[in-house]
């Protein structure tokens, strides 16, 4: 039988884009299927760690060509109470809009076809390909990744439960830029945190968590709830004064399985990338880099003849130490002692921040994206 593809990719942001990208590159006839017909905004804090960067880089984007914006500081506030520490490396801040649609241009460019504007409503496994259905149309390929990162797939459920998160990106006022010049700022309060920072164009993204607590003490209301925290802390109020929204609404999304990893095999011939393969929690700034090496990581065990479960067995294994330190800190925002332990301690030993950043860091991220 002959198949329409050798691979396709379910999703095109970042792990699906990686995947295609890295297989075209090597000859294969490969499809990205995105089922918005538009670039959209996707709920992310546009932080880019050196890591990130630089599979980017190997990927043909160079993220400081792009506009990016430069971070080399971290800053933790509670609501009253703030400090800042040095990041062990030099980071950026890029909106996930124009990250996409480069990444998406970039996989064209190395030969993918690019199916814009219809869902896969179903994935049809079978002895010798895989089969998905979509728009009515029927293809087939040899190897299929999934690629929907938040959204789960149809019969694909991850378990639910987590915060709603929000993303809105805004034009500040001249004093809230030159705050959040080199920084990556983060605020925590009861019922979750705030992240901001920079981008290019000179606007500025804030990406916010919600528990259920939160969503109902504000109705679900995004404004309501940014009014509500602008009251409480100076940090969100000197930010928000003046700000322009650059959007009617926000991105939102609910129940994130924050520390989530899929352990199960799908099918052999079913890569789970991005958010389908871990999913880690958000203030690590590090969720960019699973979902582009594990794209990559994907296509590689692709070419090698791996199955999806070795491909994933050994993707955990490099997950394992970074998971595990994420969701020990991820504790130190549960209680507002812990929170304000949490910056009192960063405030007398910045150095501790700067090293548990390397913690939650990915690590033995390969340089090579198999270039052709």
Known sequence: MKMDFDAIAIGGGLAGSAFAITLARQGLRVAVIERTPAPQIKVCGDFLSVEAQQLLLGLGLDVRAMGAHRITDF?????????????????????????????????????????????ASALEPGPRHVTIQIGGRALT??????????HNFRGLQRPGGGPTAFKMSFELSASAVRSLLGV????????????????????ATLCWLADKSFMQRTQGRWSTQLDELARQSPYLCDLLVNAKPLAEKPATISA???????????????????????????FTGDGTSIALLS??????????GQRAGQFQDAFHARLRGQFRWARAIDLS?????????????????????????????????????MRA
């Open 75 to 119: 800053r933790l506030a509670t609501q009253r109470i703030a400090a800042t520490a040095p990041l062990p490396f030099d980071a950026a801040g890029l909106s996930r809009l124009k990250l996409d649609e480069s990444l998406l241009s970039e996989a064209r460019r190395a030969g993918a076809e690019i199916i814009r504007g219809k869902g």
């Open 141 to 150: 390929a040899q190897w299929v990744a999934l690629a929907t990162g938040k």
């Open 184 to 203: 990556v700022q983060l605020v925590s309060y009861r019922g979750g945190y705030i992240g901001a920072c920079n981008i290019e164009c000179g606007a």
């Open 256 to 282: 994130i399985p924050f520390g989530y990893i899929r352990h199960n095999e799908i099918e052999a011939r079913v890569f789970p990338i991005g958010d389908q393969i871990a999913v880690i929690p958000s």
């Open 295 to 304: 794209g990559i990581a994907a296509a590689q065990a692709v070419v090698t």
């Open 333 to 369: 925002f549960r209680s507002p002692l812990a929170r304000f332990l949490s910056v009192g301690a960063v405030a007398a030993f910045p150095g501790l921040a700067t090293g548990l950043t390397r913690l939650t860091r990915l690590t033995n991220a390969p340089s090579d994206t």
